[in-house]
């Protein structure tokens, strides 16, 4: 196999506790966070890679045959992947290697609501072959260590194991989880010694620590004999009593609903505690309450998950603090933080996008609605970093050195988009959420809220006419503070004619779909600042410094797709030639989730072509937005 594609395309399994495996292709693992099992040991966070990867080699009659694949400073050793045939994920991640005429299938999935990895081979010959002695070494590396960093070889490492009845135990380290290798009848051999000197491509590319020890307690040998099957189980979870092809049977049968991009939602669909919450991205995200209220729409109603969005509405619900959803829950379990301007706001949204879909009126009323009246009456009167509503019904975010939207880049002190005063969006936001509360305020026999909800949202209406509109540049300005507008053509604007309850008359609208088409729109997304601004950065590249000076100033995020579709289909009528356009558009995410992404769409990609992706390889509003679009054609 072609190495290079082998190398970039990567692999994800997911257990529906932020827990995963995932390596490239190749085997090759370029990424600190690839591993045959992370697990969540505080779900959904407390990411720990326990198992990084096993190193196979197959012995044909006495001669050994590498699978596996390393980087290690100036070579890759082995190079396994030149055995490599045939890689397929119909029903998980598979690969099978050819080698001497024999034909080597390895495959890998998650046992849902575990942590828990099963990788299973299997041996097969073609009829009439002659007989062949073979045995299958798989060496466990093993890393136990929080999954942002690396490890090294150290002292402190117990190398002892225990086994017993088919499973060998291993808890290097005191005070951390141990890990259960359950193994289908290995001869076990002590082997104790580090593998030393790893190196992740991606990670060197990132500015981030690149270089990892490994060590490998134990050596599992397998008879493995033609047409016969091995496999490991690797959990926290210790052994119990049930079949390998029990929990394959159960998994393939978990997923046999989940078609096309059905499947790629549900990997983001985890538990917390035994509430439901949204992992905004793998590898390194956790659950964000603005990714989880953008993404809800998508993820969860377009799929018929009615009931697991109700679950996430409210588990939000339950944290909601001075008017405010959190805005991240930290990987560690510390308390959540309240850093945003615009999660709460999108609250209101996947509220009405429920109520759309499932008319539950009864359950809104009963859950939600006291919630949504208090986060009002806190933004009207004031709130954290200065959210309040002004004089003019406009909402007023932010603080020096505080980034509330989004495009929420910080460098140190140096924040990479300033946009503190009144963002575009925030206002299109808070307008829909007025008539949102409006409607149902109207509909649950509050007679008196309601007027006040409908004149708060005319006053922001005509306030915003008044004021965003950028003649000029036939648009509206991205942000106001005071006398300052700031004309940069951004694709925040696009949430002003995509949204439901949404300000602007239909010539004006027309115009902000038209300059958004022609300055930002991409095969892939939309970009995060026009090509002409002097500001504009089209790589997405390097170390942190350079990748966060370039993660809202140019670089393309799918999910803004979206939006923008919706916002084409409105003012242009829905039309047979705009559904066609609108198709066509979103063909390009499609074909890269197909092929490249192996079922999934990332966080980013270059604004400048050719659209290399990057960030996460799997990201939660990206994956929504592609399928709640794909919906609307």
């Not at 197909?594 to 270059?606: H, N, S, Y």
Request: glycine share 8%; hydrophobic share 40%.
């Amino acid at each position: 196999m072609d190495a290079d594609i082998a190398l970039r395309r990567e692999w994800l399994e997911t257990n529906g506790l932020g827990g995963f495996a995932s390596s490239t292709i190749a085997g090759l693992n370029t990424r600190r966070y690839h591993g045959l099992l992370i697990a969540a040991t505080k779900p959904p966070v407390g990411r720990m890679l326990l198992l990084a990867k096993l190193e196979e080699t197959l012995v044909v009659d006495g001669r050994r045959r590498d699978l596996s694949a390393n980087r290690y400073p100036g070579v890759i050793h082995p190079q396994g992947y030149l055995l490599l045939k045939e890689f397929r994920q119909d029903p998980f991640p598979t690969s099978v290697y050819q080698i001497e005429g024999l034909e080597l299938e390895k495959s890998v999935f998650m046992v849902h609501g575990e942590n828990t990895s099963v990788i299973q081979y299997e041996l097969r010959a073609p009829a009439g072959a002659p007989p062949a002695t073979c045995t299958l070494e798989l060496r466990p590396l093993v890393g136990f260590r929080d999954y942002h960093a690396t490890t090294h070889e150290n002292g402190a490492l117990d190398p002892r194991f225990a086994t017993d009845a088919g499973c060998v135990k291993l808890t290097p380290y005191g005070g951390l989880p141990s890990l259960y290798l359950t193994h289908s009848g290995a001869d076990i051999q002590p082997a104790g010694v580090w593998f030393r000197n790893f190196e992740y491509d991606q990670e060197r590319e990132r500015g981030l620590d690149f270089r990892e020890d490994l060590f490998n307690p134990l050596v599992l040998v397998f008879d493995l004999q033609p047409n016969a099957s091995a496999s490991v189980v690797a959990s926290m979870e210790q052994p119990a009593e049930r079949s390998i092809a029990d929990l394959r049977a159960a998994e393939i049968k978990r997923r046999e609903p989940l078609v096309g991009l059905a499947r790629a939602a549900d990997q983001f669909i985890v538990a917390r505690g035994s509430q439901t919450t949204v992992i905004a991205g793998y590898h390194w995200f956790g659950d964000w309450g603005r990714d989880t209220m953008i993404a809800l729409p998508g993820l969860t109603l377009e799929t018929g998950w009615y009931d697991a969005a109700k679950n996430i509405l409210l588990a939000f619900a339950g944290y909601v603090d001075r008017g405010m959803l959190p805005n991240r829950f930290p990987d560690t379990g510390e308390a959540p933080e309240y850093n945003t301007c615009d999660a709460t706001l999108w609250f209101f949204e996947a509220v009405r996008a429920l109520l759309a879909r499932t008319q539950d009126y009864d359950f809104v009323r009963g859950h939600l609605y006291p919630v949504l009246r208090d986060i009002v009456s806190w933004h009207q009167r004031g709130t954290r970093y200065d959210i309040h509503v002004d004089s003019d019904g406009l909402l007023h975010a932010g603080e020096p050195g505080v980034q509330l939207t989004w495009m929420d880049a910080k460098v140190g002190d140096w924040v990479v988009t300033p946009r503190r005063g009144k963002p575009v969006e925030i206002q299109a936001l808070w307008y829909n959420a007025l008539r949102v509360m409006e409607d149902l305020a109207r509909r649950y026999g509050h007679a008196t809220d309601g007027a006040g909800y409908r004149e708060a949202a005319d006053r922001a209406r005509h306030s915003f006419a008044q004021r965003f509109w950028n003649e000029a540049a036939g648009c509206l300005y991205d942000v106001i503070d005071g006398d300052t507008r700031d004309a940069s053509i951004r694709p925040n604007q696009i949430f002003a004619v995509s949204l439901f309850h949404q300000m602007l008359p239909p010539d004006k609208a027309k115009a902000v779909v038209h300059t958004v088409e022609r300055h930002l729109l991409t095969p892939y997304g939309l970009r995060t600042l026009a090509p002409g601004d002097p500001q504009y950065r089209g790589r997405y590249e390097g170390d942190a410094t350079s990748r966060d000076s370039a993660y809202h100033q140019g670089t393309v995020w799918p999910w803004l797709l979206g939006p923008f579709v919706s916002a084409y289909l409105y003012v242009n009528g829905h039309s047979r030639a705009a559904q066609a356009q609108a198709r066509q558009w979103l063909a390009g995410l499609r074909r890269y989730a197909a092929e490249e992404g192996l079922g999934q769409v990332p966080e980013v990609f270059d604004g400048d072509p050719p659209q290399r992706a990057g960030g996460a390889i799997a990201q939660a509003w990206s994956v929504a937005e592609l399928l709640r679009a794909s919906l609307l054609e």
